[in-house]
Protein backbone atom coordinates (compact mmCIF):
# COMPACT_ATOMS: atom_id res chain seq x y z
CA UNK A 1 0.00 0.00 0.00
CA UNK A 2 1.79 3.19 -1.27
CA UNK A 3 0.17 5.34 -2.57
CA UNK A 4 -1.33 8.35 -1.16
CA UNK A 5 -5.07 7.79 -1.43
CA UNK A 6 -4.29 4.19 0.26
CA UNK A 7 -2.21 5.96 2.97
CA UNK A 8 -5.52 8.21 4.24
CA UNK A 9 -7.69 5.63 4.04
CA UNK A 10 -6.87 3.83 7.41
CA UNK A 11 -10.37 2.73 8.64
CA UNK A 12 -13.75 1.90 7.34
CA UNK A 13 -16.87 1.84 9.25
CA UNK A 14 -19.68 -0.50 7.82
CA UNK A 15 -23.60 0.03 8.76
CA UNK A 16 -24.95 -2.77 8.48
CA UNK A 17 -28.05 -5.30 9.84
CA UNK A 18 -28.43 -7.28 12.97
CA UNK A 19 -30.06 -9.84 10.80
CA UNK A 20 -29.03 -11.85 7.31
CA UNK A 21 -32.00 -10.94 5.43
CA UNK A 22 -34.16 -12.82 2.70
CA UNK A 23 -31.01 -12.53 -0.04
CA UNK A 24 -28.15 -14.82 0.53
CA UNK A 25 -26.45 -12.05 -1.51
CA UNK A 26 -26.23 -9.66 1.20
CA UNK A 27 -24.25 -11.91 3.55
CA UNK A 28 -22.12 -12.86 0.90
CA UNK A 29 -21.47 -9.36 0.23
CA UNK A 30 -20.59 -8.83 4.03
CA UNK A 31 -18.24 -12.13 3.88
CA UNK A 32 -16.44 -10.44 1.43
CA UNK A 33 -16.51 -7.40 2.24
CA UNK A 34 -14.80 -8.15 5.63
CA UNK A 35 -12.24 -10.15 4.16
CA UNK A 36 -11.06 -6.73 1.20
CA UNK A 37 -10.62 -4.91 4.09
CA UNK A 38 -8.88 -6.69 6.25
CA UNK A 39 -6.41 -7.76 3.05
CA UNK A 40 -5.90 -3.73 2.29
CA UNK A 41 -4.38 -3.20 5.86
CA UNK A 42 -7.27 -1.38 6.76
CA UNK A 43 -8.85 -1.71 9.99
CA UNK A 44 -12.98 -2.27 10.21
CA UNK A 45 -14.98 -0.26 12.73
CA UNK A 46 -18.56 -1.42 13.17
CA UNK A 47 -21.24 -2.35 15.50
CA UNK A 48 -20.17 -4.63 17.97
CA UNK A 49 -22.47 -7.00 17.61
CA UNK A 50 -21.99 -11.13 16.71
CA UNK A 51 -25.28 -11.28 14.56
CA UNK A 52 -26.72 -11.18 11.10
CA UNK A 53 -24.55 -9.03 8.55
CA UNK A 54 -22.59 -7.26 11.47
CA UNK A 55 -21.74 -10.95 12.40
CA UNK A 56 -20.70 -11.84 9.14
CA UNK A 57 -18.54 -8.86 8.32
CA UNK A 58 -16.53 -8.63 11.41
CA UNK A 59 -15.72 -12.66 11.55
CA UNK A 60 -14.45 -12.08 7.82
CA UNK A 61 -12.39 -9.43 8.68
CA UNK A 62 -10.97 -11.52 12.10
CA UNK A 63 -10.62 -14.24 9.60
CA UNK A 64 -8.45 -12.57 7.50
CA UNK A 65 -5.71 -11.22 10.07
CA UNK A 66 -8.04 -7.82 9.78
CA UNK A 67 -7.99 -5.41 12.75
CA UNK A 68 -11.99 -5.03 14.21
CA UNK A 69 -13.12 -2.38 16.16
CA UNK A 70 -16.48 -2.90 17.88
CA UNK A 71 -18.95 0.13 19.34
CA UNK A 72 -22.09 -1.12 20.89
CA UNK A 73 -24.13 0.96 23.98
CA UNK A 74 -24.70 -0.92 26.78
CA UNK A 75 -28.44 -1.60 26.34
CA UNK A 76 -27.90 -3.34 23.22
CA UNK A 77 -25.01 -5.99 24.54
CA UNK A 78 -27.31 -8.56 25.23
CA UNK A 79 -29.74 -7.98 22.47
CA UNK A 80 -26.90 -7.84 19.53
CA UNK A 81 -24.78 -10.17 21.24
CA UNK A 82 -21.37 -8.73 21.54
CA UNK A 83 -19.00 -10.59 19.38
CA UNK A 84 -16.34 -12.08 21.82
CA UNK A 85 -13.34 -12.91 19.90
CA UNK A 86 -13.09 -8.64 19.40
CA UNK A 87 -9.59 -7.22 21.04
CA UNK A 88 -10.79 -4.21 21.06
CA UNK A 89 -14.73 -3.64 21.97
CA UNK A 90 -16.16 0.20 23.15
CA UNK A 91 -19.31 -0.19 25.26
CA UNK A 92 -20.98 3.03 25.08
CA UNK A 93 -23.18 4.81 27.44
CA UNK A 94 -25.93 5.17 24.36
CA UNK A 95 -26.69 5.44 21.22
CA UNK A 96 -25.45 9.08 20.60
CA UNK A 97 -22.45 8.56 21.82
CA UNK A 98 -21.80 5.33 19.42
CA UNK A 99 -22.31 6.68 16.57
CA UNK A 100 -19.96 9.73 17.57
CA UNK A 101 -17.08 6.94 17.90
CA UNK A 102 -17.90 5.46 15.24
CA UNK A 103 -17.51 8.68 13.59
CA UNK A 104 -14.07 9.70 14.97
CA UNK A 105 -12.45 6.38 14.51
CA UNK A 106 -13.46 5.99 10.81
CA UNK A 107 -12.38 7.54 7.43
CA UNK A 108 -15.26 6.44 5.36
CA UNK A 109 -18.25 5.05 5.70
CA UNK A 110 -20.08 1.65 3.56
CA UNK A 111 -23.72 0.78 4.10
CA UNK A 112 -24.80 -2.45 3.22
CA UNK A 113 -28.29 -3.90 3.56
CA UNK A 114 -30.26 -3.49 6.79
CA UNK A 115 -33.06 -1.81 8.83
CA UNK A 116 -33.91 1.45 9.75
CA UNK A 117 -31.07 1.78 12.04
CA UNK A 118 -28.59 1.07 8.85
CA UNK A 119 -30.75 3.53 7.40
CA UNK A 120 -30.85 6.19 10.07
CA UNK A 121 -26.43 6.02 10.37
CA UNK A 122 -25.76 6.20 6.62
CA UNK A 123 -28.15 9.13 6.18
CA UNK A 124 -26.90 10.54 9.30
CA UNK A 125 -23.38 10.63 7.36
CA UNK A 126 -24.66 11.67 4.38
CA UNK A 127 -26.48 15.04 6.23
CA UNK A 128 -23.48 15.88 8.20
CA UNK A 129 -21.30 15.76 4.58
CA UNK A 130 -24.16 18.00 3.12
CA UNK A 131 -23.87 20.91 6.33
CA UNK A 132 -20.18 20.51 5.59
CA UNK A 133 -19.40 19.08 8.38
CA UNK A 134 -17.06 16.39 7.45
CA UNK A 135 -15.34 15.22 3.77
CA UNK A 136 -15.15 11.59 4.22
CA UNK A 137 -16.79 9.11 1.90
CA UNK A 138 -20.18 8.03 2.34
CA UNK A 139 -21.18 4.69 0.25
CA UNK A 140 -24.20 2.67 -0.44
CA UNK A 141 -23.01 -0.99 -1.66
CA UNK A 142 -26.22 -1.44 -3.70
CA UNK A 143 -26.21 -5.39 -3.17
CA UNK A 144 -28.86 -6.50 -5.87
CA UNK A 145 -30.64 -2.95 -5.77
CA UNK A 146 -30.87 -3.11 -2.42
CA UNK A 147 -30.76 0.56 -2.16
CA UNK A 148 -32.41 1.77 -5.25
CA UNK A 149 -35.46 3.12 -3.25
CA UNK A 150 -33.56 5.25 -1.50
CA UNK A 151 -32.19 7.16 -4.04
CA UNK A 152 -35.38 7.15 -5.78
CA UNK A 153 -36.58 9.21 -2.26
CA UNK A 154 -33.78 11.12 -2.97
CA UNK A 155 -34.18 12.10 -6.72
CA UNK A 156 -37.76 12.93 -5.47
CA UNK A 157 -36.89 15.43 -3.12
CA UNK A 158 -34.31 17.16 -6.15
CA UNK A 159 -37.80 17.05 -8.45
CA UNK A 160 -39.70 18.64 -5.49
CA UNK A 161 -37.36 20.77 -4.76
CA UNK A 162 -35.93 20.08 -1.59
CA UNK A 163 -32.55 19.08 -2.24
CA UNK A 164 -30.68 21.55 -4.13
CA UNK A 165 -27.72 21.83 -6.64
CA UNK A 166 -26.33 24.01 -3.42
CA UNK A 167 -27.12 21.33 -0.84
CA UNK A 168 -26.68 18.59 -2.36
CA UNK A 169 -26.24 14.76 -1.12
CA UNK A 170 -22.98 13.56 -1.19
CA UNK A 171 -22.39 9.81 -1.75
CA UNK A 172 -21.39 7.07 -3.65
CA UNK A 173 -23.17 3.86 -4.90
CA UNK A 174 -20.89 0.36 -5.62
CA UNK A 175 -23.16 -2.56 -7.35
CA UNK A 176 -20.17 -4.81 -6.42
CA UNK A 177 -18.45 -5.05 -3.26
CA UNK A 178 -15.02 -5.17 -5.28
CA UNK A 179 -15.81 -1.78 -6.37
CA UNK A 180 -16.19 -0.45 -2.87
CA UNK A 181 -12.30 0.29 -2.17
CA UNK A 182 -11.48 1.72 -5.04
CA UNK A 183 -13.87 4.19 -5.01
CA UNK A 184 -13.07 4.83 -1.41
CA UNK A 185 -9.55 5.38 -2.35
CA UNK A 186 -10.36 7.41 -5.05
CA UNK A 187 -12.38 9.76 -3.28
CA UNK A 188 -10.01 10.27 -0.31
CA UNK A 189 -7.25 10.87 -3.33
CA UNK A 190 -9.29 13.80 -4.49
CA UNK A 191 -10.09 12.37 -7.63
CA UNK A 192 -14.31 12.02 -7.16
CA UNK A 193 -15.85 15.73 -7.19
CA UNK A 194 -19.16 15.17 -5.27
CA UNK A 195 -20.81 16.27 -8.27
CA UNK A 196 -18.84 13.48 -10.21
CA UNK A 197 -19.51 11.03 -7.65
CA UNK A 198 -23.30 11.97 -7.76
CA UNK A 199 -23.64 11.49 -11.29
CA UNK A 200 -21.80 8.17 -11.17
CA UNK A 201 -23.75 7.00 -8.94
CA UNK A 202 -26.79 8.04 -10.91
CA UNK A 203 -25.91 6.12 -13.79
CA UNK A 204 -25.27 2.91 -12.10
Given at each position: MNTVSE??????????????GSDP??????????QSIADAGIGLV????????????????????????????????????????????????????????MFEKSDAFVALPGGIGTLEEAVEMMTWAQLGQHRKPVLLADINGFWSPLMELLDHMR?????RPD?????????????????????????????EALASAREM
Open positions: KTLKSICVYCGSSFAHEAAATRLGYGGGSVGLMGTVANAALEAGGKVTGIIPHFLEKREVMLDTLEDLIVTRDMHERKHLSQGYITEVPYLVAKKVDDILPMLREWNSGGSKTG
